[in-house]
């Protein structure tokens, strides 16, 4: 069982034994018993909890109200009441369209809105509260004001409080105040909820809950349903708004022209009721220009993918998070946690002469530096070595066998600090030292030579800690922080293995082939994380072993733009980054963005947090620290790594599906625009009524743009969505209402009756509609094919039979027109044809010229 399925076992059990009344919870190692139930209960009737409501996506009305209430909706009501009121309600069909598109945009968020709330319930943070001398996992909600909460390093604070007990506290309060360097709260100050515990422990009372705290701020606002702006949506929205420009006074230049056609004028017109024909042809220009569905559909298709990604145990938290990665070029990876399963294990410990097998003459300082109340992996990892038992997460180290005979001789201990790289402890009026051998064993008496050996162990992939002993005391830097003791010896090494996850090999593979870089950084060894990464599969360019770079001599902060053109250019030729810190992952993000890099942030720890916020994408491991979850865009629940490449397949298909079916709405925009200017500009009646092109715009639109948007599709990302739509649309668009306008001059010169004009100019449309769908849907095999055959086959019957045909207000062909139709389908066709041999053979020119560069 894994320890996440351990945890959730070990609330549950907690729940129920809360109901049945019995004991909860470990036994608090403090004096301090907390609130008794009495007392809880009594704050809970008095509404002084920590309860507040808290979204984790729209709700179903705000849903509705964004799919409902936009402006091409509100042009379309418009042009719908119109026509009932002073037209013929079979004019108004293309109302059901409206209805139908918005209601299944509604659906597919909805339903993908109860999948995230499901998962973000199984994400949901816990707070450890200290009741009737109990410590017990509870729900942030249930906490109450003035009870006693534990704070563990990677959690947040859930509730404003003042700090009693502070055991190497340190907290990250850049949400509140901007600035990423830690605070120290000391017994008597105050922490604030939203804040995120980085280093330490502390027990703390809690003044202020529910909405008058920052209560789970950040998590909150990570949450949150939000539109991203991304590609499509900004390619989509700025395509919108030009047409929102042009709906309505085009509209009106139709319908005065309409009037003009009357023998007596405008004037006649308006006096004998000919203007509600004229009106009904104004709005059939309307509708033809609006692009129905385009946004709704996007909206499917992002809404589709979180549904489907939340299956696998994904859960996205902004819906454009899945398009960003399929644009993402450079991959961020964090060792620990993710090309590695997290877990580690003591393999050995060298005494102070290199010597193997000095386990049990260093026991005592190795138990006194790792047994602290909440120890970190590498502690837990010495611990289970050390006693033999397993440590599971939240364990008190001070309650494992063996650490409580060396508690009453230690004091003055140091907590671990990401910062700082190593923790301490006075034992027996010694000092010990433990962390990463660079920095501990630098400027240490080393007889032995125990830094160098060091270095070779990492070369071979095994992690190594330095232990060092000192007479004199911990000292304090500049900062404040706690600093070595200048005369220090090396005691020893301890060298603990990583596990690989067994899926890294492939994913990693994934991404080579798709063109991804991947970029390994992490706080560890520069030599150790090379090691790992070379076995997980990272590769240089040339196919060969990563390059590895210390972070220690590069650039912390890039607010210099030298110093950011130093920083990335090293990145330019290196795959492994090791030392780094969190500010520096940070950092590192900024750089690749200096390179116009498109970058994604994998993370588990508190220190991937700020690189989380500033990628493109940040993706947080499931096992991972509640802050790191709260403020990734995407949450791999599962914490598998080989989630990724599905999640990329998503994106891609969104992508791919969402750039046909723009480009079959855009044209039809076009197309009808043209039809509408010529037509006000020239006078000529207008050649359609609104059912005959809702017949046009739901056969070669509508329904092939739903199937196709969610229909697989691996193409992989390419930029310059905006251009490639609008290079297809505009000429296809152009092509298509041109070759409609002449069919209907033909017709009309021929003396053709007005119903031969509308049926040719229908079957022509579309058809033209038609082959530019086959130019979206290839290749055409399979169902694409069968639908392109199917909606040809449903507009021929809609002028076979009868009935349909009436109406539709069409007729049966002659053997003319359909002679005229045949003609100006094929010149549609041929033009649309040529267009697209004109852009392949542009884009193979493109791809040439790239390949010589």
């Known amino acids: ?69 936009t402006i091409f909706n509100a042009i379309i009501v418009v042009a719908l009441v119109l026509t009932l009121i002073f037209g013929h309600w079979a004019d108004a069909l293309f109302g059901f369209v409206l209805v139908i598109n918005t209601a299944t945009g509604t659906l597919a968020e909805v339903k993908a809105k109860r999948a995230l ?21 509870i729900d942030p909600a249930d906490v109450v004001l003035d009870d006693v909460l534990r704070l563990r390093s990677g959690e947040q604070v859930p509730a404003d409080a003042l700090v009693l007990e502070a055991d190497g506290l340190e907290v990250d309060e850049s949400i509140l105040t901007g600035e990423s360097d830690p605070v120290r709260p000391d017994p008597g100050d105050r922490v604030l909820s939203g804040t995120t515990v980085t280093a330490g422990t502390a027990l703390v009372r809690t003044t202020a ?100 990604l939340a299956r696998r145990k994904v859960l996205v938290q902004e819906l454009p998070a899945v398009e960003v990665l399929a644009r993402v070029d450079t991959l961020c990876l964090d060792k620990t946690g993710t090309l ?82 190593w923790s301490g402890i006075v034992l027996d009026g010694e000092a010990w030292v433990l962390g990463a ?60 293995r990583e596990e690989i996850r067994p899926d890294a090999g492939q994913t990693l593979g994934y991404f080579a082939e798709q063109g991804v870089e991947v970029k390994v950084i992490s706080g560890d060894n520069p030599v150790t994380v090379a090691a790992v990464a070379r076995g997980a599969g990272v590769r240089a360019p040339d196919g060969g072993a990563p390059v590895a770079l210390d972070a220690r001599d590069l650039p912390t902060e890039v607010s210099d733009p030298d110093d950011l053109e130093r920083l990335a250019t090293a990145l330019d030729a290196a795959q492994v980054l090791g030392r780094v810190t969190p500010e520096q992952k940070k950092a590192v993000v900024r750089a690749l963005h200096h390179r116009e890099r498109t970058v994604a942030m994998t993370g588990d720890g508190v220190n991937d947090a700020l690189a989380l916020k500033e990628a493109d994408l940040g993706i947080a491991m499931g096992n991972g620290a509640p802050a790191t979850k709260a403020v990734a865009r995407m949450v791999l629940l599962s914490g598998e790594f080989s989630t990724l490449p599905g999640v990329v397949a998503e994106g891609r298909r969104v992508m791919a599906n969402t750039e046909r079916i723009a480009s079959l709405f855009l044209a039809k925009t076009v197309y009808a625009s043209l039809i509408a200017v010529v037509v006000a500009i020239t006078a000529i009646s207008y050649p359609f009524l609104p059912r005959q092109l809702t017949i046009v715009s739901s056969l070669t639109i509508g329904i092939p743009a739903f199937v196709l948007a969610l229909a697989p599709n691996t193409q992989r990302y390419r930029s310059g969505f905006l251009g490639r739509v609008l290079a297809l649309a505009v000429p296809a668009g152009l092509v298509a209402g041109t070759a409609t306008l002449l069919t209907r001059q033909w017709l009309v010169i021929a003396g053709a ?5 509308t049926t040719a100019a229908t079957l022509v449309l579309v058809v033209a509609g038609l082959w530019l769908l086959t130019l979206t849907a290839r290749p055409l095999l399979g169902w694409r094919l069968g639908l392109i055959i199917l909606m040809g086959s449903l507009a021929v019957l809609g002028v076979l039979i009868a009935p349909v045909r009436e109406f539709f207000l069409l007729q049966w062909p002659t053997w003319g027109t359909w002679s005229v139709i045949a003609v100006g389908g094929g010149a549609a066709v041929a033009g649309i044809q040529t267009l697209a041999m004109a852009r392949w053979m542009l884009a193979l020119s493109d791809r040439v010229n790239r390949d010589r560069r």
């Open 1 to 69: 069982m894994s320890r996440e399925s351990q945890d959730r076992r070990a609330r549950r059990d907690t729940r129920r034994a809360r109901c049945r009344g019995e004991p909860t919870g470990v036994p608090s190692a403090t004096g301090l018993t907390g609130l008794s139930a009495a007392e809880v209960a009594a704050r809970v009737r008095q509404g002084r909890t920590n309860a507040f409501r808290v979204r984790t996506s729209r709700s179903a009305a705000q849903i509705l109200r964004g799919n409902v209430f």
């Open 117 to 137: 709330d499901r998962l973000s319930l199984l994400d949901a943070p816990v707070a450890h509260a200290i009741r009737d001398g109990h410590e017990d996992d």
């Open 209 to 308: 809950v529910g909405a008058d705290a920052y209560a789970n701020r950040l998590a909150t606002e990570a949450r949150r349903y939000s539109l991203v702006t991304s590609e499509l949506q900004a390619g989509t929205n700025r395509i919108l708004r030009w047409i929102s420009w042009v709906i309505v006074p085009v509209g009106l230049l139709v319908f005065w022209s309409q009037l003009r056609l009357s023998d007596g004028g405008t004037a006649a017109a308006l006096a004998d009721g000919q203007w509600r024909t004229a009106l009904v042809s104004g709005v059939a220009s309307v509708v033809g220009m609006v692009p129905q569905g385009l946004v709704l559909l996007t909206s499917v298709n992002f809404a589709t993918a979180s549904l489907k």
């Open 340 to 421: 590695t399963t997290g877990r580690i294990t003591l393999h050995d410990v060298l005494g102070p002469d290199g010597a193997p097998g000095a386990m049990e003459s260093l026991r005592q300082p190795l138990l006194a530096l790792t047994g602290t109340t909440d120890p970190n992996a590498t502690a837990e990892a010495v611990l289970e070595g050390l006693s033999g038992r397993s440590i599971g997460s939240g364990t008190d180290g001070r309650l494992v066998e063996g650490v409580r005979a060396v508690a009453p001789r230690s004091h003055s201990a140091v907590a671990f600090s990401s910062r700082r790289k």
């Open 437 to 496: 051998p660079e920095i501990v064993l630098d400027g240490a008496g080393d007889p032995h030579g125990l830094l160098a050996r060091s270095r070779d162990l990492a070369g071979e992939g095994t992690r190594v800690v330095a232990l060092a002993r000192s007479a004199q005391t911990f000292g304090t830097a500049d900062d404040g922080d706690a600093a070595l003791p200048a005369d220090r010896e090396a005691a020893g090494l301890v060298l603990l």
């Open 753 to 757: 009756p007005d119903g031969q004009v």
